[in-house]
């Protein structure tokens, strides 16, 4: 076996770029959002800006750890990293600090962390570990259930803390997992239960179970691939318990607040005075969010010329709404560039994985790319109004160290193994 | 195929995303200026309106300091209420009241709590200010009429209407704008430029700072102070003759084409349109809807203008080439055309020409003037507008387009006005009431100064104007060149001598003042009103024209006094007085002066409201004013007198 030893430093550029630029960006931006006053001190460590600004520079630091670092160690101490993430999860209904309702944090000095962030990438190199075991079938039950078992436990974990945007982020393991084969009724299921789910809240369980039934019986005689009747009885009844059971998911075991959040969307309330509550708590940021983004234009007021940003109507801007900002002063064309330059990483990302020869390289690439699409799908989507208000942040955007360190871990873990690739024979 | 799912869907996501920032930022987007955005305060400083004077340079309007106090309920402590309703000399129940209304309309913006202060009240309360969190006082600017008189031509100001905001974006809720007379037309001027402070507000709308350091704040351009035409003494003087009376009077230089004086009568003090009762007082003017005080008689009456209008017809019968100044014309006691009969004074057999037809107001010379200037070309229709242009040329039924603020276009009737009441035939005797200034023909009392000031001019006017004087400022084109009429030069001298002749031996002859050549006209208008649907005939308008000296003019001026019966009655003493002021700059005929201060109209006024039947004209008796009534006006006298010096 021939080295070849310029092909260590053989780094993706491309990826390393759009990722420097989305930080550096971020940054200005968590400047203009937490700014105040006119004269401005960009190494304050009382304000936001100056604290992201010193994450930032030790993040040179870790990039440089994790590049050091032989990329076999990542395959080989996946178990041990996810080992001591779970722990680090448990240990949180011990020594966590109860932040917002949730129970995320550590908090160690002046500093807090949130393994949660981290638990992300943990759980992407056991499942890359998993799936890439040679006697893996993921067409057997019994090592399916051993690899949802593997995701769930940390959505589980964070559900209890009440991180509920946290345990959603793990649904991103179904694109890693569909692609590694999983059978496609799964897929259909998927597709199936949030169709019913929505048409079941908007429009009743009767109606839904009566449409899920008819397109059952259509299928079930215009198909080529003919069902036996008790397949079609039993799909039949599955939609007609979902339709009902959501009704009840979304009555009892839903939050008040999260049950807001959904009646918002869907908008279900008609009570014009319950609505003029939402308006002025929860849904009061996505409505002044929305505004910031709307008074942008098309070239936006400006870097720190925003009014609504200068003026804080946005609460929690330099964090997970950190996206009205880009709306307000950089406008349609600066708002749109960032879409952009986070569908281009995403998408290089995943072009990576597909080129990767070892098949933990290509599963773990895929997790990297479906756990940050998710995060820009569900925190942009919801900066917008396009979908509930779910609170995760932006990746490499928002405000914070956890966040911040753990992206660039799951990214550039992913930069030294696509390195690598010549070397996996 | 698998490995298609995320990869579409990220690149679904994103043009998602795109859409929703089109729909949200170019689509639905609507808040772009500064002005606009609720997250910026705008906060206006206000520019010192700029003050009128008058010709001679005494300062009529200026401005005078009003204190608002304000109230944000939000910033409201505890405070001693007794203590404050006394200073600001409310009740309690006033207090919570106020109070209630402004935390209803908004607790965190600010509200007038009691406007308006006494000087003396905000001195006593300004001390005690801190003691009351949440109150403030608030300076405004309100203007101070240094005269009582000129009210409908200084006009006034007054808070600006929602139509206003719409159309002009630079008014805000508040502002004051001028309603009427040269506050009105000289508004952008006068009012300056308010300046404009940009403050950032955060989302509990509390002021964090100027908005980016103040780079978009404008500071106050200061109104402009302007000079108007009126002689404020000349004026006062004119008020007073027609005080107890109605109508208009304008008094013009021909060299300028300035207005010297513009009264209309009755009027009113312009200082009750200032302050606490203005919109009282305002809604009493407002809905006197019989003696019309806001309705400024002077530029908006139309009236027939009578026999001031012969002088037209003699000037184009001239231009025309239809008479010859010797050309004499035989009245019978009248007109005759056709069964009927034109009446006349002149004693039967009276061969008129020119000079006298004009001396003796003569009806049958000028209906056979008329009738050859129509009938030239032996067609009736071309002749009326031959007529009409002529008369157009004078700037009679068009509007002036000068800078006052109300106008009216009058009457001159043409071939085209005539079509729709004779779709047929058309002859010159349909129309012969045009010939003594009657029938279709109306002016407005503006107008026919002017046409005064025009035939003084032999020939050209200029536009009557109310500005003088702009600080640093030309005046436009408009009101310093000279408009030419379609009349010749040397037309006017025959018309001129016969307006002389007016006051040597004609009509006006008891209104001579000595030392002074005027020429003028006298006219006595029928009119009609309507009562309980029945046409009445009220006693005759009095109107006058005249300018004076004869060479050089100096001033020229019409008078219209409603329902005073003959010309020189009452609008002829009105003329010649003024004149006499304006030239000599004091009277001698103290004789004509002190008669129409003793006389008034007003029972005159009150006949056709009074339900019973009335009698017009010669059957009715001049009612004397009341002695103390009449004291009142000589103690007025005397104060504009003592001005003079």
């Known amino acids: 076996m021939v080295r070849d030893t310029n092909r260590h430093f053989k780094f993706d550029w491309i990826t390393i770029i759009l990722f420097l630029l989305l930080v550096g960006f971020g940054w200005l931006n968590i400047l203009s959002a937490s700014h105040t006053g006119t004269t401005v001190d960009y190494f304050d460590l009382s304000q936001p800006f100056g604290k992201q600004l010193m994450f930032i520079f030790l993040n040179f630091v870790l990039i440089v750890l994790l590049l050091a670092i032989d990329a076999k160690f990542y395959e080989r101490f996946s178990s041990i990293i996810y080992l001591i993430s779970m722990l680090s999860l448990v240990g949180l209904f011990i020594f966590g600090k109860n932040v917002n309702g949730a129970t995320s944090w550590y908090a160690i000095g002046g500093m807090t962390i949130q393994p949660s962030e981290f638990a992300k990438t943990a759980t992407a190199l056991a499942v890359a570990k998993y799936i890439s075991d040679l006697n893996f079938n993921i067409n057997e039950i019994k090592d399916q259930i051993q690899l949802f078992i593997i995701i769930l436990l940390p959505a589980v974990l964070v559900l209890l803390q009440n991180d509920t945007g946290s345990t959603i982020v793990y649904g991103a393991f179904f694109f890693v997992l569909y692609r590694e084969g999983l059978p496609k009724y799964y897929l259909t299921f998927g597709i199936s239960v949030v169709l019913i789910s929505i048409l079941a809240l908007k429009f009743g369980a009767i109606i839904t179970s009566l449409l899920a039934v008819a397109c059952v019986v259509s299928y079930h005689f215009l198909s080529k691939k003919k069902l036996r009747v008790y397949q079609s009885i039993l799909v039949s009844l ?32 008609k009570d014009p005075e319950k609505l003029e509550r939402m308006k002025q708590t929860f849904a009061y940021n996505l409505n002044e969010s929305e505004k910031a983004i709307s008074s942008g234009g098309f070239l936006g007021r400006g870097f720190m010329e925003g009014t609504r940003t200068t003026g804080k109507f946005v609460p929690e801007q330099h964090t997970d709404y950190i996206f009205s900002t880009v709306g307000e002063e950089w406008g349609f064309l600066g708002s749109s560039l960032v879409v952009i330059a986070f569908v281009l990483l995403i998408l290089r990302i995943l072009h990576l994985a597909e080129l990767q020869k070892s098949q933990f390289s290509r599963v773990y690439g895929y997790g990297v790319a479906s756990i940050v699409f998710i995060h820009f799908f569900i925190n942009i989507g919801m900066v917008m109004g396009l979908i509930p208000t779910i609170g995760i942040p932006l990746p490499m955007f928002s405000y914070g160290g956890s966040g911040l360190w753990a992206f660039t871990i799951l990214i550039f873990i992913f930069i030294k193994l696509d390195s690598n690739k010549i070397n996996e024979w | 195929m698998r490995q298609f799912l995320l990869f579409i869907s990220v690149i679904a996501v994103g043009l998602m995303f795109i859409s929703r920032l089109f729909y949200l930022q170019i689509y639905d987007t609507n808040i772009q200026s500064l002005y606009d955005d609720n997250a910026i305060r705008k906060v206006f400083d206000l520019p010192k309106r700029g003050f009128v004077y008058d010709r001679n340079g005494k300062l009529l309007v200026s401005n005078q300091p009003s204190y608002d106090v304000m109230v944000i309920p939000r910033e409201v402590e505890p405070l001693d209420t007794l203590e404050f309703c006394r200073l600001l000399k409310i009740d309690k129940e006033d207090f919570i009241k106020k109070y209630n209304k402004a935390y209803h309309y908004s607790p965190r913006l600010e509200s007038v709590f009691v406007s308006h202060l006494s000087k003396e009240d905000y001195a006593v309360l300004q001390e005690k200010m801190r003691k009351f969190k949440g109150f403030y006082i608030q300076k405004r600017s309100l203007r101070h009429y240094e005269t009582t008189i000129g009210a409908n031509v200084l006009g006034d100001i007054g808070e600006v209407n929602n139509r206003i905001i719409q159309n002009d974006p630079y008014y805000r809720m508040g502002d004051l704008i001028g309603k009427q007379g040269v506050e009105a037309s000289y508004e952008k001027t006068l009012r300056g430029v308010k300046g404009i402070k940009f403050i950032q507000k955060d989302r509990f709308n509390r002021n964090i700072g100027p908005y980016k350091d103040g780079k978009f704040d404008t500071i106050p351009q200061q109104g402009k102070d302007i000079t108007i035409t009126i002689d404020a003494q000349l004026q006062a003087y004119g008020e007073l003759l027609m005080k107890n009376k109605r109508g208009g009077v304008i008094a013009i230089e021909p060299a300028t084409g300035e207005i010297l004086a513009m009264v209309a009568a009755p009027t009113y003090d312009p200082n009750i349109l200032v302050g606490r009762n203005r919109s009282k007082n305002f809604t009493k003017l407002y809905n006197d809807s019989i003696a ?14 009578g026999s001031p209008f012969k002088l037209m017809n003699a000037l184009i019968g001239l231009q025309e080439n239809v008479i010859t100044p010797h050309e004499t014309v035989t009245c019978y006691t009248g007109y005759r055309y056709g069964n009927r009969i034109m009446k006349c004074h002149c004693s039967y057999g009276t061969r008129n020409d020119l000079v006298s037809g004009i001396q003796r107001s003569c009806n049958a010379y000028f209906a056979t003037t008329y009738r050859k200037i129509l009938d030239k070309n032996g067609n009736a229709s071309e002749g009326i507008d031959v007529w009409s242009q002529h008369a157009k040329s004078f700037g009679l039924g068009e509007f002036l387009n000068n800078d006052l603020y109300v106008g009216q276009k009058g009457r001159i009737p043409d071939r085209d006005y005539y079509k729709h009441i004779y779709p047929k035939t058309f002859y010159s005797t349909y129309t012969i009431s045009n010939a003594i200034g009657q029938g279709e023909v109306a002016t407005t009392p503006i107008q026919l100064a002017n046409m005064t000031a025009a ?4 020939g050209y006017y200029y536009t009557p104007h109310i500005i003088k004087k702009i600080e640093n400022e030309t005046l436009p084109e408009q009101f310093t060149k000279p408009k030419y009429t379609t009349i010749d030069k040397k037309n006017f001298e025959p018309v001129i001598e016969g307006m002389f002749q007016v006051y040597k031996k004609g009509t006006a002859a008891s209104l001579q003042v000595k030392d002074i050549d005027i020429c003028g006209k006298t006219g006595t208008v029928e009119n009609f009103a309507i009562i309980d649907s029945v046409k009445t005939q009220l006693t005759d308008h009095s109107i006058f024209v005249a300018f004076a000296p004869k060479d050089n003019p100096k001033i020229a001026i019409a008078v219209f006094v409603e329902n005073g019966y003959w010309g020189s009655r009452f609008a002829g003493k009105v003329a010649s007085l003024m004149i006499e002021k304006h030239i000599k700059g004091h009277i001698t005929r103290t004789d004509l002066e002190d008669w129409l201060l003793r ?7 009150a006949k056709p409201y009074s339900g019973k039947p009335f009698k017009i004209n010669g059957h009715t008796t001049l009612q004397l004013v009341e002695e103390k009534e ?8 005397s104060q504009i007198n003592k001005t003079d010096n």
């Open chain 1, 238 to 269: 599955v939609a007609i318990g979902i339709s009902f059971g959501v009704k009840y998911f979304y009555q009892s075991i839903l939050q008040p607040h999260q049950q807001d959040r959904i009646s918002l969307w869907l908008n279900l309330e």
């Open chain 2, 292 to 305: 019309k005080p806001l309705f400024n008689r002077s530029l908006q009456g139309v009236y027939e203008p």
């Open chain 2, 455 to 458: 035939i003084a001019n032999r």
């Open chain 2, 599 to 605: 006389h008034s109209l007003e029972n005159e006024y």
């Open chain 2, 630 to 637: 009449y004291q009142r006006l000589k103690e007025k006298l």
